[in-house]
């Protein structure tokens, strides 16, 4: 393997990498705080488990999953980092609005504002990193900027319960909105773009320097790996999004949680479950992907196949104690697929479409698995509820865990497809 050019090794990668996690880390506290949220909002303003749902998912998933495309595209024909500077302001902006609601459709709007701004973060930040960080560790640094989703998660929901439940719910978004206005400028200093690197000559299926949202669309189309890959992230991701918005309200039912305590006791799991899985999984998936292509979606795969037995034995339980380290395990394997597959979709395509080739991945994945699961899995609980009553949402959960089991076969049959598909660098 040859060296990585001077460009790949550039020291300010690092101060990149650190800026693009804590942008991240909002993007995620801003996402995730509805959950821990979701009790006295309900009480507040009378919804039902199904409206809460299409507050959680359809509300932020719809424009967030459709506008990251054009945003993508927008990125790599001209500046990522602005874009998520942009991106940053707008959702945080709409996070705040959350605060004035007074209805369910105040908050479906302002949620369908975050959905827009954070539509703008994420692609064009997987591809900055794909700028400076050399192919043989992409899926680690890759994994260290998704470690803003476990840690923005459990910061979301520590401080919306605390904020919450000694000052009121709304007070909670007006706190983290205007946090993220802060970190505007100091982002727009630190980061800036990076001159795109050349692809290898022998690739298989070259696109133009600069190619179109449907240039890249037509490449990805043609490669099975980008349809096991999406499909088998959304199924987990309809699981995973389900079961991180409605915990927290589990928690409160079923174990008899005051607001505090559920945030706590989520955020504990968030912090220390998603932090290792994370991080585990580009470690692992680096060293293994360097001698067969084909772990980057096997290793997901498996992490999926045994996180669904674990979970199920966490939702059962009737002891909170016990109920944790149950959960502890599964939850850090929720998480081992970040690194992975989204290293896997930038090597899908050249440099320059590496934005929108993220963005047309995270519409898959965004619109089926955040869009449908949070919404699903409350829809379900309400429909349980003559047969099960307040155990209902257990109930919706254990059904659930059979979407694991989907990803896990279409991680399966990534493996062998990535290895053909694969585009060096």
């Given at each position: 393997m040859t060296a990585a050019p001077a460009e790949m090794r550039d020291p300010h990668r690092n101060t990149v990498l650190a800026m693009l996690l804590v942008?991240?880390?909002?993007?995620?506290?801003?996402?995730?705080i509805l959950s821990i949220l979701a009790a006295p909002i309900q009480a507040d303003l009378g919804l039902d488990d199904g409206e809460m749902g299409l507050l959680g998912g359809l509300a932020f998933a719809l424009l967030y999953s459709t506008m990251a495309v054009p945003l993508a595209a927008l990125a790599d024909r001209t500046s990522r980092s602005w874009v998520i500077a942009v991106s940053l302001a707008a959702w945080s902006g709409f996070t705040a609005l959350c605060g004035v609601a007074q209805n369910f459709w105040h908050i479906f709007l302002a949620r369908l504002g975050v959905g827009i701004g954070e539509a703008g973060g994420v692609a064009p930040s997987y591809a900055l990193i794909g700028d400076y960080f050399p192919s043989e560790r992409r899926a680690t640094a890759l994994s260290i900027y998704s470690l803003g989703i476990p840690i923005g998660s459990g910061l979301g929901v520590l401080m919306g319960g605390y904020i919450a439940a000694t000052v009121d719910w709304r007070t909670a978004f007006f706190a983290v909105g205007l946090c993220g206005l802060v970190i505007?400028?100091?982002?727009?200093?630190?980061?800036?773009?990076?001159?795109k690197p050349k692809v290898a000559a022998d690739n298989p299926e070259q696109l133009p320097e600069m190619p179109s949202l449907r240039e890249t669309a037509g490449v990805l189309a043609r490669k099975k790996s980008f349809w096991f890959l999406s499909f088998g992230a959304a199924m987990s991701s309809m699981l995973g999004y389900g079961i991180a918005f409605w915990l927290p309200s589990l928690l409160i039912?079923?174990?008899?949680?005051?607001l505090v305590e559920a945030s706590q006791f989520f955020g504990a799991l968030l912090l220390i479950g998603g932090v290792v899985g994370v991080m585990g999984g580009g470690l692992i998936a680096d060293r293994l992907g360097s001698r067969d292509r084909a772990f980057y979606a096997w290793l997901p795969g498996l992490a999926f196949f045994l996180g669904a037995p674990l979970f199920a034995a966490g939702i059962s339980s009737t002891d909170a104690k016990l109920a944790f380290l149950l959960f502890l395990v599964p939850q850090a394997l929720a998480y081992v697929w970040l690194g992975p597959v989204l290293s896997a979709v930038q090597h899908l395509v050249v440099p320059a479409a590496?934005?929108?080739?993220?963005?047309l991945f995270l519409l898959i994945n965004n619109l089926i698995g955040l869009g449908g699961g949070i919404y699903a899995l409350g829809a379900l609980s309400d429909i349980l509820l003559p047969f099960y009553g307040d155990e209902a949402l257990r109930y919706s959960m254990l059904y659930g865990l059979s979407l694991y089991a989907v990803a896990a076969l279409l991680m399966g049959l990534a493996g062998p497809s990535l290895r053909k598909d694969w585009v060096a660098e």
């Open positions: 942008v991240y880390i909002f993007n995620f506290i801003d996402r995730q505007v400028p100091i982002f727009k200093v630190l980061v800036r773009d990076k001159a039912r079923s174990f008899g949680f005051e590496r934005s929108t080739a993220s963005a």
